[in-house]
Protein backbone atom coordinates (compact mmCIF):
# COMPACT_ATOMS: atom_id res chain seq x y z
CA UNK A 1 0.00 0.00 0.00
CA UNK A 2 1.18 3.49 -1.09
CA UNK A 3 2.16 5.19 2.21
CA UNK A 4 -0.58 7.89 2.75
CA UNK A 5 1.56 10.62 4.25
CA UNK A 6 3.90 10.85 0.72
CA UNK A 7 0.24 11.09 -1.38
CA UNK A 8 -0.61 13.96 0.89
CA UNK A 9 2.15 16.04 0.60
CA UNK A 10 1.82 15.78 -3.01
CA UNK A 11 -1.52 16.88 -3.06
CA UNK A 12 -0.91 19.49 -0.44
CA UNK A 13 -0.85 22.48 -2.55
CA UNK A 14 -4.23 21.39 -4.37
CA UNK A 15 -6.11 20.76 -1.30
CA UNK A 16 -6.75 23.89 0.83
CA UNK A 17 -8.43 23.82 4.15
CA UNK A 18 -11.41 25.25 4.61
CA UNK A 19 -9.87 27.47 6.86
CA UNK A 20 -8.10 28.79 4.03
CA UNK A 21 -11.45 29.31 1.74
CA UNK A 22 -12.02 32.62 1.75
CA UNK A 23 -8.44 33.53 1.75
CA UNK A 24 -8.29 31.59 -1.85
CA UNK A 25 -11.32 33.41 -3.42
CA UNK A 26 -9.83 35.30 -6.11
CA UNK A 27 -9.83 38.63 -6.54
CA UNK A 28 -11.16 38.32 -10.15
CA UNK A 29 -14.45 36.77 -9.35
CA UNK A 30 -17.73 38.44 -8.47
CA UNK A 31 -18.88 39.57 -5.54
CA UNK A 32 -21.30 37.09 -5.99
CA UNK A 33 -19.00 33.95 -5.99
CA UNK A 34 -16.93 35.44 -3.48
CA UNK A 35 -20.03 35.26 -0.80
CA UNK A 36 -21.35 31.86 -2.19
CA UNK A 37 -17.78 30.18 -1.48
CA UNK A 38 -17.98 32.40 2.63
CA UNK A 39 -21.25 31.08 3.41
CA UNK A 40 -20.61 27.76 1.96
CA UNK A 41 -17.37 27.76 4.14
CA UNK A 42 -18.65 24.45 6.23
CA UNK A 43 -21.21 22.69 4.59
CA UNK A 44 -19.40 22.42 1.17
CA UNK A 45 -16.76 20.80 3.34
CA UNK A 46 -19.18 18.35 3.68
CA UNK A 47 -19.05 17.15 0.15
CA UNK A 48 -15.46 17.63 -0.02
CA UNK A 49 -12.77 15.13 -1.32
CA UNK A 50 -9.35 15.58 -1.86
CA UNK A 51 -8.29 16.43 -5.48
CA UNK A 52 -5.44 14.49 -7.28
CA UNK A 53 -3.38 16.20 -10.08
CA UNK A 54 -6.53 18.36 -11.89
CA UNK A 55 -6.43 16.98 -15.32
CA UNK A 56 -2.82 15.16 -15.46
CA UNK A 57 -2.23 12.57 -18.30
CA UNK A 58 -1.20 9.40 -17.38
CA UNK A 59 1.28 7.19 -19.13
CA UNK A 60 -0.25 4.39 -20.89
CA UNK A 61 -2.92 6.63 -22.05
CA UNK A 62 -5.30 4.38 -24.41
CA UNK A 63 -8.04 6.19 -26.62
CA UNK A 64 -11.25 4.21 -26.09
CA UNK A 65 -12.37 2.74 -29.61
CA UNK A 66 -15.19 5.02 -30.61
CA UNK A 67 -18.56 2.87 -31.24
CA UNK A 68 -19.40 3.30 -35.22
CA UNK A 69 -22.98 5.46 -35.29
CA UNK A 70 -26.08 3.38 -35.39
CA UNK A 71 -23.99 0.37 -33.31
CA UNK A 72 -25.51 1.75 -29.58
CA UNK A 73 -28.27 0.17 -27.92
CA UNK A 74 -31.00 1.64 -26.28
CA UNK A 75 -31.41 -1.32 -24.33
CA UNK A 76 -31.72 -0.52 -20.43
CA UNK A 77 -32.81 3.72 -21.41
CA UNK A 78 -35.61 4.97 -20.07
CA UNK A 79 -37.13 8.02 -22.28
CA UNK A 80 -37.71 11.12 -19.80
CA UNK A 81 -40.38 14.05 -21.56
CA UNK A 82 -39.57 17.30 -22.10
CA UNK A 83 -40.46 19.89 -19.10
CA UNK A 84 -39.73 23.18 -17.39
CA UNK A 85 -38.83 23.00 -13.80
CA UNK A 86 -37.43 25.28 -10.96
CA UNK A 87 -33.79 23.64 -10.46
CA UNK A 88 -32.49 24.42 -7.22
CA UNK A 89 -32.22 23.32 -3.28
CA UNK A 90 -35.57 22.67 -1.78
CA UNK A 91 -35.09 22.34 1.49
CA UNK A 92 -33.52 24.31 4.49
CA UNK A 93 -30.32 21.65 3.57
CA UNK A 94 -30.19 23.26 0.52
CA UNK A 95 -25.83 24.69 0.21
CA UNK A 96 -25.33 28.27 -1.18
CA UNK A 97 -24.19 26.59 -4.65
CA UNK A 98 -27.93 24.71 -5.34
CA UNK A 99 -29.02 28.28 -5.69
CA UNK A 100 -30.90 30.63 -6.54
CA UNK A 101 -33.43 28.10 -7.59
CA UNK A 102 -34.25 29.41 -11.57
CA UNK A 103 -36.41 27.90 -14.55
CA UNK A 104 -34.98 25.82 -16.73
CA UNK A 105 -36.22 24.59 -19.73
CA UNK A 106 -35.44 20.41 -20.97
CA UNK A 107 -35.45 18.60 -23.84
CA UNK A 108 -36.71 15.35 -24.47
CA UNK A 109 -33.56 12.81 -23.87
CA UNK A 110 -32.87 8.62 -22.94
CA UNK A 111 -31.17 8.01 -19.85
CA UNK A 112 -29.53 4.62 -18.30
CA UNK A 113 -32.51 3.24 -15.73
CA UNK A 114 -29.63 2.39 -13.49
CA UNK A 115 -25.59 3.27 -12.80
CA UNK A 116 -23.42 1.64 -15.14
CA UNK A 117 -22.65 -1.76 -14.01
CA UNK A 118 -19.13 -3.60 -13.65
CA UNK A 119 -20.32 -6.46 -15.79
CA UNK A 120 -21.35 -3.14 -18.46
CA UNK A 121 -17.87 -1.41 -17.82
CA UNK A 122 -15.95 -4.82 -18.42
CA UNK A 123 -17.62 -5.41 -21.76
CA UNK A 124 -16.10 -2.09 -22.66
CA UNK A 125 -13.00 -2.84 -21.45
CA UNK A 126 -13.05 -6.18 -23.06
CA UNK A 127 -13.91 -4.30 -26.67
CA UNK A 128 -11.34 -1.61 -26.55
CA UNK A 129 -8.31 -2.61 -24.28
CA UNK A 130 -9.27 0.55 -22.82
CA UNK A 131 -7.05 1.15 -19.09
CA UNK A 132 -8.70 3.58 -16.63
CA UNK A 133 -6.79 6.70 -14.94
CA UNK A 134 -6.37 4.57 -11.44
CA UNK A 135 -4.73 1.91 -13.52
CA UNK A 136 -1.99 4.56 -14.59
CA UNK A 137 1.20 5.76 -13.70
CA UNK A 138 1.01 9.52 -12.90
CA UNK A 139 3.34 11.72 -14.92
CA UNK A 140 5.04 14.38 -12.77
CA UNK A 141 5.57 16.91 -15.73
CA UNK A 142 2.11 16.58 -16.06
CA UNK A 143 1.29 17.01 -12.32
CA UNK A 144 3.43 20.37 -11.53
CA UNK A 145 1.27 22.05 -14.07
CA UNK A 146 -1.57 21.65 -11.68
CA UNK A 147 0.94 22.77 -8.10
CA UNK A 148 2.11 26.50 -7.44
CA UNK A 149 5.58 27.11 -8.78
CA UNK A 150 8.54 25.21 -6.73
CA UNK A 151 6.75 22.72 -5.76
CA UNK A 152 9.28 19.88 -5.38
CA UNK A 153 8.88 17.04 -6.94
CA UNK A 154 7.15 13.77 -4.82
CA UNK A 155 9.33 10.55 -4.47
CA UNK A 156 8.93 7.71 -7.10
CA UNK A 157 7.08 5.71 -4.42
CA UNK A 158 4.40 8.18 -4.68
CA UNK A 159 3.76 8.28 -8.16
CA UNK A 160 1.77 5.04 -8.76
CA UNK A 161 -1.16 4.02 -9.57
CA UNK A 162 -4.13 4.36 -7.07
CA UNK A 163 -7.14 5.56 -6.40
CA UNK A 164 -8.77 7.32 -3.64
CA UNK A 165 -10.45 4.62 -1.07
CA UNK A 166 -12.50 6.07 2.32
CA UNK A 167 -11.04 5.11 5.42
CA UNK A 168 -13.42 4.49 8.34
CA UNK A 169 -11.54 5.80 11.28
CA UNK A 170 -11.15 4.56 14.66
CA UNK A 171 -13.98 5.48 16.81
CA UNK A 172 -11.92 7.48 19.16
CA UNK A 173 -9.70 9.15 16.14
CA UNK A 174 -10.77 12.63 16.01
CA UNK A 175 -11.69 13.97 12.20
CA UNK A 176 -11.15 17.30 11.46
CA UNK A 177 -11.71 17.69 8.07
CA UNK A 178 -13.62 15.39 5.71
CA UNK A 179 -10.37 14.88 3.09
CA UNK A 180 -9.17 12.57 5.88
CA UNK A 181 -11.47 10.01 5.51
CA UNK A 182 -9.90 8.70 2.10
CA UNK A 183 -6.67 7.26 1.16
CA UNK A 184 -4.99 7.44 -2.16
CA UNK A 185 -4.71 3.62 -2.26
CA UNK A 186 -2.10 2.22 -4.53
CA UNK A 187 -3.85 -0.47 -6.56
CA UNK A 188 -7.32 0.28 -6.10
CA UNK A 189 -8.83 0.39 -9.33
CA UNK A 190 -12.38 -0.60 -10.71
CA UNK A 191 -11.54 -4.51 -10.54
CA UNK A 192 -10.28 -4.28 -6.76
CA UNK A 193 -12.48 -1.60 -4.93
CA UNK A 194 -10.43 -1.59 -1.87
CA UNK A 195 -7.21 -1.93 -3.49
CA UNK A 196 -5.54 -5.44 -3.34
CA UNK A 197 -6.49 -8.12 -2.40
CA UNK A 198 -10.32 -7.32 -2.88
CA UNK A 199 -12.55 -7.66 -6.17
CA UNK A 200 -15.62 -7.67 -7.97
CA UNK A 201 -16.82 -11.29 -7.95
CA UNK A 202 -20.12 -11.43 -7.23
CA UNK A 203 -20.16 -7.81 -7.53
CA UNK A 204 -20.81 -7.54 -11.45
CA UNK A 205 -24.52 -5.94 -11.41
CA UNK A 206 -23.17 -3.10 -8.69
CA UNK A 207 -21.93 0.21 -10.25
CA UNK A 208 -18.54 0.21 -11.43
CA UNK A 209 -16.66 2.59 -9.33
CA UNK A 210 -13.04 4.21 -9.10
CA UNK A 211 -14.11 5.43 -12.59
CA UNK A 212 -12.74 8.76 -13.39
CA UNK A 213 -14.46 11.45 -15.25
CA UNK A 214 -12.03 10.61 -18.83
CA UNK A 215 -12.93 6.99 -18.12
CA UNK A 216 -16.91 7.82 -17.43
CA UNK A 217 -16.26 9.86 -20.96
CA UNK A 218 -14.31 7.45 -22.65
CA UNK A 219 -17.22 4.46 -22.05
CA UNK A 220 -19.78 6.66 -23.23
CA UNK A 221 -18.25 7.62 -26.14
CA UNK A 222 -17.93 3.95 -26.80
CA UNK A 223 -21.61 3.23 -26.09
CA UNK A 224 -22.93 5.78 -28.59
CA UNK A 225 -23.77 7.79 -25.69
CA UNK A 226 -23.09 11.10 -23.55
CA UNK A 227 -22.66 11.62 -19.96
CA UNK A 228 -25.94 14.03 -18.96
CA UNK A 229 -25.65 17.62 -18.03
CA UNK A 230 -26.68 18.95 -14.53
CA UNK A 231 -29.62 20.08 -15.85
CA UNK A 232 -30.77 16.76 -17.35
CA UNK A 233 -29.90 14.86 -14.30
CA UNK A 234 -31.90 16.95 -11.48
CA UNK A 235 -34.73 16.52 -13.91
CA UNK A 236 -35.15 13.15 -14.16
CA UNK A 237 -33.88 12.87 -10.65
CA UNK A 238 -37.26 14.08 -9.81
CA UNK A 239 -39.32 12.27 -11.68
CA UNK A 240 -41.99 13.97 -12.43
CA UNK A 241 -42.90 15.17 -9.16
CA UNK A 242 -42.86 18.99 -8.55
CA UNK A 243 -40.16 20.97 -6.13
CA UNK A 244 -39.58 17.59 -4.54
CA UNK A 245 -36.42 17.14 -1.91
CA UNK A 246 -35.50 13.70 -3.01
CA UNK A 247 -36.24 10.83 -5.91
CA UNK A 248 -39.48 9.37 -4.07
CA UNK A 249 -40.96 12.82 -3.00
CA UNK A 250 -40.61 14.55 0.67
CA UNK A 251 -40.16 11.86 3.09
CA UNK A 252 -37.60 11.62 4.94
CA UNK A 253 -34.67 8.98 3.89
CA UNK A 254 -34.72 7.38 7.39
CA UNK A 255 -38.68 7.16 7.77
CA UNK A 256 -41.08 4.95 6.08
CA UNK A 257 -39.43 1.86 3.49
CA UNK A 258 -36.06 1.75 3.41
CA UNK A 259 -35.43 4.36 -0.38
CA UNK A 260 -31.91 3.84 -0.54
CA UNK A 261 -28.52 2.94 -0.06
CA UNK A 262 -27.00 5.36 1.93
CA UNK A 263 -25.25 5.53 5.50
CA UNK A 264 -26.88 4.34 8.57
CA UNK A 265 -25.57 5.61 12.31
CA UNK A 266 -23.00 8.20 12.92
CA UNK A 267 -20.63 9.27 10.27
CA UNK A 268 -18.00 8.20 9.47
CA UNK A 269 -17.42 5.93 12.72
CA UNK A 270 -20.55 3.39 12.95
CA UNK A 271 -22.25 2.25 9.89
CA UNK A 272 -25.07 0.42 10.89
CA UNK A 273 -26.14 -0.72 7.64
CA UNK A 274 -29.75 -1.04 8.42
CA UNK A 275 -30.82 -0.58 4.75
CA UNK A 276 -28.61 -4.10 3.99
CA UNK A 277 -25.18 -2.52 2.65
CA UNK A 278 -22.35 -1.13 4.37
CA UNK A 279 -20.82 -0.19 0.96
CA UNK A 280 -22.29 -0.55 -2.95
CA UNK A 281 -25.25 -2.40 -3.41
CA UNK A 282 -26.90 -4.29 -6.79
CA UNK A 283 -28.33 -1.95 -9.17
CA UNK A 284 -32.32 -1.93 -8.69
CA UNK A 285 -32.07 -3.14 -4.84
CA UNK A 286 -34.37 0.08 -4.04
CA UNK A 287 -37.75 1.10 -5.66
CA UNK A 288 -37.21 3.19 -9.05
CA UNK A 289 -38.52 7.26 -9.23
CA UNK A 290 -41.40 7.80 -11.02
CA UNK A 291 -39.33 7.72 -14.30
CA UNK A 292 -38.29 4.78 -13.40
CA UNK A 293 -35.18 5.28 -12.55
CA UNK A 294 -32.56 3.26 -10.11
CA UNK A 295 -30.45 4.90 -7.60
CA UNK A 296 -30.46 8.32 -8.43
CA UNK A 297 -30.17 8.81 -4.58
CA UNK A 298 -27.24 7.25 -3.01
CA UNK A 299 -25.18 3.79 -4.18
CA UNK A 300 -22.73 5.48 -6.53
CA UNK A 301 -22.37 9.02 -6.68
CA UNK A 302 -22.82 9.70 -10.86
CA UNK A 303 -20.70 11.94 -12.67
CA UNK A 304 -22.37 14.72 -14.82
CA UNK A 305 -20.98 16.61 -18.01
CA UNK A 306 -21.05 19.97 -16.67
CA UNK A 307 -18.04 21.79 -15.10
CA UNK A 308 -18.45 23.16 -11.88
CA UNK A 309 -18.86 26.66 -10.78
CA UNK A 310 -20.73 27.65 -7.44
CA UNK A 311 -22.16 31.01 -9.15
CA UNK A 312 -23.69 29.39 -12.06
CA UNK A 313 -27.10 29.25 -10.87
CA UNK A 314 -27.08 32.66 -10.28
CA UNK A 315 -25.96 33.31 -13.99
CA UNK A 316 -28.49 31.63 -15.71
CA UNK A 317 -30.90 33.37 -13.05
CA UNK A 318 -29.80 36.61 -14.11
CA UNK A 319 -30.30 35.68 -17.84
CA UNK A 320 -34.03 33.88 -17.23
CA UNK A 321 -35.51 30.96 -18.88
CA UNK A 322 -32.50 28.68 -19.07
CA UNK A 323 -32.96 25.95 -22.21
CA UNK A 324 -30.87 22.75 -21.91
CA UNK A 325 -27.81 24.94 -19.94
CA UNK A 326 -24.65 22.88 -20.42
CA UNK A 327 -22.74 24.13 -17.10
CA UNK A 328 -20.08 27.29 -17.34
CA UNK A 329 -17.30 27.41 -19.82
CA UNK A 330 -14.69 27.36 -17.17
CA UNK A 331 -14.77 25.18 -14.22
CA UNK A 332 -13.55 27.51 -10.69
CA UNK A 333 -14.01 26.33 -6.77
CA UNK A 334 -13.26 28.24 -4.35
CA UNK A 335 -11.59 25.76 -2.14
CA UNK A 336 -9.12 24.36 -4.75
CA UNK A 337 -8.89 27.36 -7.27
CA UNK A 338 -5.97 25.84 -9.69
CA UNK A 339 -8.04 22.24 -10.08
CA UNK A 340 -10.60 22.46 -12.57
CA UNK A 341 -13.72 20.14 -11.52
CA UNK A 342 -17.20 18.17 -12.96
CA UNK A 343 -20.05 18.06 -10.90
CA UNK A 344 -21.49 15.39 -9.59
CA UNK A 345 -24.89 14.04 -8.52
CA UNK A 346 -26.51 12.27 -6.32
CA UNK A 347 -24.91 11.06 -3.47
CA UNK A 348 -23.65 7.49 -2.00
CA UNK A 349 -23.72 4.99 0.52
CA UNK A 350 -21.13 7.00 2.50
CA UNK A 351 -23.84 9.71 2.49
CA UNK A 352 -25.78 10.59 5.68
CA UNK A 353 -28.53 12.85 6.07
CA UNK A 354 -27.30 15.04 8.88
CA UNK A 355 -23.68 15.26 7.24
CA UNK A 356 -24.00 15.67 3.53
CA UNK A 357 -27.66 14.16 2.12
CA UNK A 358 -25.52 14.47 -1.12
CA UNK A 359 -29.17 11.87 -1.95
CA UNK A 360 -31.55 15.10 -2.19
CA UNK A 361 -32.30 15.60 -6.28
CA UNK A 362 -30.55 18.75 -5.87
CA UNK A 363 -27.18 18.19 -4.08
CA UNK A 364 -23.94 18.64 -5.94
CA UNK A 365 -20.46 17.82 -5.74
CA UNK A 366 -17.51 18.50 -7.65
CA UNK A 367 -14.17 16.55 -8.13
CA UNK A 368 -11.08 16.70 -10.27
CA UNK A 369 -12.11 14.84 -13.75
CA UNK A 370 -8.85 12.53 -13.40
CA UNK A 371 -9.99 11.93 -9.73
CA UNK A 372 -11.53 7.73 -8.92
CA UNK A 373 -13.27 7.48 -6.13
CA UNK A 374 -14.36 3.94 -4.39
CA UNK A 375 -18.37 5.62 -4.29
CA UNK A 376 -18.59 7.61 -7.46
CA UNK A 377 -19.69 6.25 -10.67
CA UNK A 378 -22.08 6.97 -13.46
CA UNK A 379 -24.85 6.40 -15.80
CA UNK A 380 -25.52 8.09 -19.43
CA UNK A 381 -27.84 9.65 -21.43
CA UNK A 382 -28.47 10.31 -25.22
CA UNK A 383 -30.62 12.56 -27.60
CA UNK A 384 -33.60 11.57 -28.81
CA UNK A 385 -33.63 11.02 -32.68
CA UNK A 386 -35.84 14.34 -33.86
CA1 LIG B 1 -25.89 1.49 3.20
CA1 LIG C 1 -26.52 6.88 -7.73
Known amino acids: MIKKTSMIVLVAGLAFSCQ ?53 SDKGMILIPAGQFTMGGNNEQARPDELPRH ?51 PPEEALVASSLVFRQPANDQRINHPTEVWEWRQGADWKHPQGPGSDIKGKMNHPVVHVAWEDAHAYAQWAGKRLPTEAEWEWAARGGLKDNVYP ?83 SYDPT ?7 VTRGGSFLCHDSYCSGFRVAARMRTSPDTGLNHTGFRCVKDVKR
Open 20 to 72: NKDKSSSATETKSTTQLSTKDSLSSCCAETPARFATAKKEGTKTANVAKPGTS
Open 103 to 153: EVKVSSFLMDATEVTNQQFKEFVDATGYITIAERKPVWEEIKKQLPPGTPK
Open 248 to 330: WGNEKVEEGSLKTNNWQGQFPYTNTATDGFTGSAPVKSFAPNGYGLYDMAGNAWEWTADWYRPDYYQTLADEGLATDPKGPVQ
Open 336 to 342: EPTVPKK
